[in-house]
């Protein structure tokens, strides 16, 4: 739950309808290809190599690229990068990489969803290039902790009440760090955005685009502004979609999604009271009384679990339950039944909910996601090293967002105990010389608030602010038509929407 984020320049489109940045002679997917030059001479071979595509189901080709392990000894260990393509079913402008965000989230699988996350149109004129980022999934993944050890790392009490639970909360997240040291030190120190960023520039040559067209949601937003500072005369359009907003401190940035979780909670029971139950108030007021006794209850008495699994429903899990399917609004209905479920004591499906967001899988193994997404964030990320900074960030955060505040804050201490010293700082992102960069925010989002869209589209020197005026965790084929012809007119052919341009709710 942690951020695992006006334009001056006209829209180019060229005569015979391919727009700025298309591979050379519309060449399809396989096809030749130009040699994109690389930064310097000594990244070359990466960005000129062929990597070997291969069939890998339902009609997409897989491969896997080499990178440098560190961007500043190109000639030292290389790690390979597992990429996806899905080859465009109509008149090809060049390769448009997607990334679901995260940090942590998988590409691959992103990608393997392309045909219901992207419009036909886009599908038509793009070859689709997922990947995991380096740490994550397929791509040398950071790995920390047995399956056993992440169910009691997730299922700590998140809302220490006592000495005692911080004391465990701080023993639990020292040994989560020290378990990345010691069986994924040696990558540690380069999972970073900037450094996938770095590996997105190399896999734009590798495909032979002159320039990147990108659409990232959530942490993705984040390293596709990274992209455009390092590269922004390698950008050809990029589309960040329920935008993290880099200038915001850590722990601030924690209690404002917090905010944003309460806020997406609020909108959830204000549909619920026009629905059958699940609450017995008739109040929105009473309706968020009523979460707050049950999470209260879970940490006292846990809830009824018939999964076999022997994992305890406390608090941890119940918050994780609840907070999925604020998500997405299409996920309220199943939300009303496992609440209308906790409230008469059976924790079951709030507790299948929470590994839908943890990753955690039927057999009770783990994807890294959990894991990766601690390493990207402490190392983009400062973050204090004191308890007693914590403390007082948990119980600040407590007060504006009494569900979720202190979960949210309490969940990033591992950061506390990292093993590296991090390397990003939390800075405006300007990206001059880039083209217009279009962002995109949703009203009620409860994991990536709207404030933060407007923070990125102002940071950045070319940003254009798209909203939605909707619920639900990003916009883009969320529902909106609106929404789906604006970033898909700025896709294909280069048109922006006019900066500050909010589409209305979808009925």
């Given at each position: 739950?942690?951020?695992?984020?006006?334009?001056?320049?006209?829209?180019?489109?060229?005569?015979?309808?391919?727009?700025?940045?298309?591979?050379?002679?519309?060449?399809?997917?396989?096809?030749?290809?130009?040699?994109?030059?690389?930064?310097?001479?000594?990244?070359?071979?990466?960005?000129?190599?062929?990597?070997?595509?291969?069939?890998?189901?339902?009609?997409?080709?897989?491969?896997?690229?080499?990178?440098?392990?560190?961007?500043?000894?190109?000639?030292?260990?290389?790690?390979?990068?597992?990429?996806?393509?899905?080859?465009?079913?109509?008149?090809?402008?060049?390769?448009?990489?997607?990334?679901?965000?995260?940090?942590?989230?998988?590409?691959?699988?992103?990608?393997?969803?392309?045909?219901?996350?992207?419009?036909?149109?886009?599908?038509?004129?793009?070859?689709?290039?997922?990947?995991?980022?380096?740490?994550?999934?397929?791509?040398?993944?950071?790995?920390?902790?047995?399956?056993?050890?992440?169910?009691?790392?997730?299922?700590?009490?998140?809302?220490?009440?006592?000495s005692a639970e911080i004391n465990a909360l701080k023993q639990s997240s020292k040994a989560f760090a020290?378990?990345?040291?010691?069986?994924?030190?040696?990558?540690?120190?380069?999972?970073?955005?900037?450094?996938?960023?770095?590996?997105?520039?190399?896999?734009?040559?590798?495909?032979?685009?002159?320039?990147?067209?990108?659409?990232?949601?959530?942490?993705?937003?984040?390293?596709?502004?990274?992209?455009?500072?390092?590269?922004?005369?390698?950008?050809?359009?990029?589309?960040?979609?329920?935008?993290?907003?880099?200038?915001?401190?850590?722990?601030?940035?924690?209690?404002?999604?917090?905010?944003?979780?309460?806020?997406?909670?609020?909108?959830?029971?204000?549909?619920?009271?026009?629905?059958?139950?699940?609450?017995?108030?008739?109040?929105?007021?009473?309706?968020?009384?009523?979460?707050?006794?049950?999470?209260?209850?879970?940490?006292?008495?846990?809830?009824?679990?018939?999964?076999?699994?022997?994992?305890?429903?406390?608090?941890?899990?119940?918050?994780?339950?609840i907070v999925t399917p604020l998500y997405e609004r299409d996920a309220w209905p199943q939300l009303r039944?496992?609440?209308?479920?906790?409230?008469?004591?059976?924790?079951?499906?709030?507790?299948?909910?929470?590994?839908?967001?943890?990753?955690?899988?039927?057999?009770?193994?783990?994807?890294?996601?959990?894991?990766?997404?601690?390493?990207?964030?402490?190392?983009?990320?400062?973050?204090?090293?004191?308890?007693?900074?914590?403390?007082?960030?948990?119980?600040?955060?407590?007060?504006?967002?009494?569900?979720?505040?202190?979960?949210?804050?309490?969940?990033?201490?591992?950061?506390?105990?990292?093993?590296?010293?991090?390397?990003?700082?939390?800075?405006?992102?300007?990206?001059?010389?880039?083209?217009?960069?279009?962002?995109?925010?949703?009203?009620?989002?409860?994991?990536?608030?709207?404030?933060?869209?407007?923070?990125?589209?102002?940071?950045?020197?070319?940003?254009?602010?798209?909203?939605?005026?909707?619920?639900?965790?990003?916009?883009?084929?969320?529902?909106?038509?609106?929404?789906?012809?604006?970033?898909?007119?700025?896709?294909?052919?280069?048109?922006?929407?006019?900066?500050?341009?909010?589409?209305?709710?979808?009925?």
């Amino acid at each position: 739950m942690t951020r695992g984020f006006a334009a001056a320049v006209a829209a180019l489109v060229l005569a015979a309808g391919c727009a700025a940045g298309c591979t050379a002679d519309h060449q399809p997917a396989g096809g030749a290809r130009p040699v994109i030059k690389a930064p310097t001479p000594a990244l070359q071979p990466f960005y000129s190599q062929s990597p070997a595509w291969a069939d890998c189901g339902d009609g997409f080709q897989c491969a896997r690229v080499k990178v440098p392990l560190d961007y500043t000894k190109p000639s030292g260990e290389r790690i390979d990068i597992s990429v996806i393509r899905l080859p465009a079913t109509g008149k090809r402008i060049g390769s448009l990489l997607i990334n679901p965000g995260g940090p942590g989230g998988s590409g691959i699988q992103y990608t393997r969803a392309a045909r219901s996350v992207l419009t036909a149109n886009v599908l038509a004129r793009f070859d689709i290039v997922g990947f995991d980022p380096r740490g994550v999934g397929e791509s040398s993944p950071v790995t920390c902790m047995s399956s056993r050890d992440l169910d009691a790392y997730v299922g700590m009490d998140p809302n220490p009440d006592s000495s005692a639970e911080i004391n465990a909360l701080k023993q639990s997240s020292k040994a989560f760090a020290e378990g990345c040291e010691a069986k994924s030190g040696r990558l540690l120190p380069f999972v970073g955005t900037a450094d996938a960023a770095r590996d997105m520039d190399v896999l734009r040559g590798v495909v032979g685009d002159s320039g990147m067209t990108y659409l990232g949601k959530s942490y993705g937003t984040y390293l596709g502004a990274i992209y455009a500072d390092l590269f922004p005369k390698n950008v050809r359009a990029l589309v960040l979609d329920g935008a993290v907003d880099p200038a915001v401190p850590s722990l601030k940035a924690n209690e404002v999604q917090a905010r944003g979780f309460e806020v997406a909670l609020r909108a959830f029971i204000e549909d619920s009271l026009r629905q059958t139950g699940p609450f017995t108030s008739h109040t929105v007021d009473g309706a968020m009384a009523e979460v707050a006794h049950l999470l209260k209850h879970a940490d006292e008495h846990p809830l009824k679990n018939d999964l076999g699994d022997g994992r305890v429903i406390n608090e941890a899990w119940t918050v994780l339950g609840i907070v999925t399917p604020l998500y997405e609004r299409d996920a309220w209905p199943q939300l009303r039944i496992a609440l209308g479920r906790a409230f008469a004591g059976d924790g079951t499906d709030l507790l299948r909910l929470a590994d839908v967001l943890v990753d955690r899988r039927s057999d009770g193994s783990y994807s890294n996601q959990t894991e990766s997404n601690m390493a990207v964030n402490c190392l983009d990320h400062p973050y204090p090293k004191s308890m007693t900074a914590y403390e007082k960030a948990a119980v600040a955060a407590e007060k504006t967002a009494p569900h979720f505040g202190a979960t949210v804050m309490w969940g990033s201490l591992p950061c506390s105990f990292w093993p590296v010293k991090p390397v990003g700082t939390d800075e405006p992102v300007k990206a001059e010389g880039a083209p217009p960069i279009l962002v995109v925010g949703t009203v009620r989002d409860p994991a990536t608030p709207y404030e933060w869209a407007k923070g990125l589209a102002s940071e950045l020197t070319s940003g254009v602010l798209l909203g939605y005026d909707g619920d639900g965790h990003t916009a883009y084929k969320m529902g909106s038509n609106c929404v789906d012809t604006a970033v898909d007119d700025y896709l294909i052919s280069l048109r922006v929407p006019k900066n500050g341009t909010v589409c209305p709710k979808a009925r």
